[in-house]
């Protein structure tokens, strides 16, 4: 295998069959080896389930008597190769998170009705490789965003940089739009590359330590 994994995320605000038929193709046609869709509202949920692509979904959250849809809902979809490499795979209804050849990649989905204490237990406290998804936080002109907020949740990632060593820059986009991006100083064996982006995006990843080069 590869020292890179190309990985892609979109937020489909809802996952249309006619958008899942864009995400295959997108998903063949550019090559990924995992791609993350947030906000996927469990549409069709039984039919993609069944696609040879379709890894795992984050669980889904009960439906009140006056919601008309699901709400949230994150899939991860991996090459037949990625999955024969993943050792472990863990979700709940805001994140997923992947083990594989000594590297921990995550991806969250946060609301904007999730209050603080929330946001905090749905991120990671110990090293990840990798975290990418959909925060609904902006960080001003410096990262593509005119405006800039919640002040809360700009505090708790500025914390979660400092607490796990991370970085925050702004990567390059294939579609423009908002971009809030944790990358590391040194990528050795993950490289986010080409992503498929709506909405807010970024990724974690530990800076680099003295640790055995493991390899697939």
Not at 23 to 47: G, K, R
Not at 153 to 160: A, C, D, M, S, V
Request: contains cysteine.
């Amino acid at each position: 295998m590869s020292k890179t994994l190309k990985i892609g995320f979109w937020n489909a605000q809802g996952l249309s069959i006619l958008k899942w038929n864009k995400l295959i193709n997108e998903f063949s046609s550019m090559c990924y080896d995992i791609f993350f869709v947030a906000e996927t509202w469990f549409v069709n949920h039984s039919f993609y389930s069944q696609h040879p692509l379709y890894l795992c979904s984050s669980t889904i959250l009960p439906k009140s008597i006056n919601q008309s849809r699901n709400k949230a809902g994150i899939y991860c979809l991996a090459s037949s190769h990625v999955k024969s490499l993943i050792s472990n795979v863990d979700v709940n209804s805001y994140y997923i998170n992947l083990s594989l050849c000594g590297n921990k990649i995550s991806c969250v989905y946060l609301p904007p009705s999730l209050n603080s204490q929330d946001v905090i237990q749905n991120l990671p406290s110990s090293p990840v490789s990798l975290l990418i998804g959909d925060i609904n936080t902006q960080f001003g002109v410096a990262f593509g965003t005119k405006k800039s907020g919640p002040n809360k949740r700009i505090q708790i990632f500025k914390e979660l940089c400092n607490n796990l060593q991370l970085n925050h820059i702004r990567l390059w986009l294939r579609i423009a739009g908002p971009s809030d991006q944790y990358v590391l100083n040194t990528i050795r064996k993950l490289l986010m590359r080409g992503a498929w982006i709506r909405y807010s995006f970024f990724c974690l990843t530990p800076v680099d330590r003295d640790t055995d080069d493991q390899r697939c």
